[in-house]
């Protein structure tokens, strides 16, 4: 079967560590919950038959829609070519600021507010995703002078696998998000990380921070209670080992690099955390 892959650049992806992941994975399961998707490499890597998927950034969801939607798959992809047609930095601010005009945005078509998201992702710093507390997509030009937004191929193997399974497009909180998950199902965390210093975790307009963390961790007891199998990724910081500290860790070092000089490109430890074992 062909896999796909991210279709954006996520900070916290988990290409690099993904086939890690899947050998900690459980050998049979029923359904996956991923409530932290992001650009989905877990996700694509496992390509479970059924699955719910989650993400609080509901831009990011509606792209995942769009793509599940032939119709609107279609149209996604002509916007985007007029986005690469169009590409200066002039016409990334006029499509980046359209945000700026809650109701005239609120009101945008869902296939070409998807593009906008792809563009953006593509034509910005870094491929970051960050907003501001009003929520506004506030990421400076890219100075990118083409830019490829879309791999067709990829997509089209996206499509394929999210119509050819059962899988539920979420956008809420990941309590929400695994509120309906039963004894057999598994369950993949990867949340913002836990950090000291001043690591990027602004996805959201709320931020995640320690409390956010202990809140994740009660809702991981509950579903280990219920007899899921649960799994969560997270830096090695001395909250992670308390709040999970009944459990199996497994620690990995993970080279990082989410900005453009030096001091932000680093290799942390990062830890797998299970509530069971596979071998
Ligand atoms: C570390 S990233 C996930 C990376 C992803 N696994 C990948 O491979 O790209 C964390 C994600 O959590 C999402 N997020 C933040 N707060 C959330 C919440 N309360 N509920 C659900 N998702 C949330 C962010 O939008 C972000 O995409």
Redesign the pocket.
């Known amino acids: 079967m062909l896999k796909g892959k ?1 279709f ?1 650049k ?6 690099a560590i ?1 086939s890690k992941l899947i050998s900690l994975s459980p050998i049979e399961f029923n359904t996956y919950y ?9 996700l694509f890597e496992l390509s479970p038959k059924k699955a719910v998927i ?4 509901k831009e ?1 969801m509606n792209v995942y829609s769009c793509i599940k939607d032939e119709n609107k798959f279609t149209l996604m992809c002509k916007e985007l070519n007029k986005h690469e047609i169009n590409h200066s930095e002039e016409y990334y601010y006029k499509i980046r600021d359209l945000d700026k005009d809650s109701k005239k945005f609120n009101k945008l078509i869902d296939y070409k507010r998807a593009a906008r998201t792809i563009y953006l992702n593509k034509a910005c710093f870094n491929g970051l ?1 960050r907003v501001n507390s009003k929520n506004e997509f506030n990421v400076p030009f890219g100075k990118k002078t083409k830019i490829n937004t879309y791999d067709g191929v990829n997509l089209g193997i996206i499509y394929t696998y999210l119509n050819l399974n059962e899988i539920d497009i979420l956008s ?4 929400e ?1 695994v509120k309906d998950a039963k004894k057999g199902d598994f369950i993949y965390f ?4 836990d950090s000291d210093t001043n690591t990027f ?1 602004s ?2 307009e ?3 921070d320690k409390d ?1 963390q202990r809140r994740l961790a009660e809702v991981f007891k509950k579903l280990d209670k219920k007899g899921c199998f649960v799994m969560l ?1 997270n830096y090695n910081t001395p909250l992670i080992q308390d709040l999970y500290k009944d459990y199996n860790f497994n620690y990995i070092k993970v080279k990082r690099n989410i900005g453009a000089k030096a001091k932000d490109r680093f290799e942390i430890e990062e830890v797998i955390i299970t509530n069971y074992k596979n071998d």
Do not use: C, I, Q
């Open positions: 991210p954006v996520w900070a916290g992806g988990k290409r993904v991923e409530p932290f998707v992001g650009g989905g490499a877990m989650n993400d609080y950034n990011l995703y809420v909180d990941f309590e998000a990867d949340p913002p990380y975790n996805y959201t709320n931020g995640f956010e990724s």
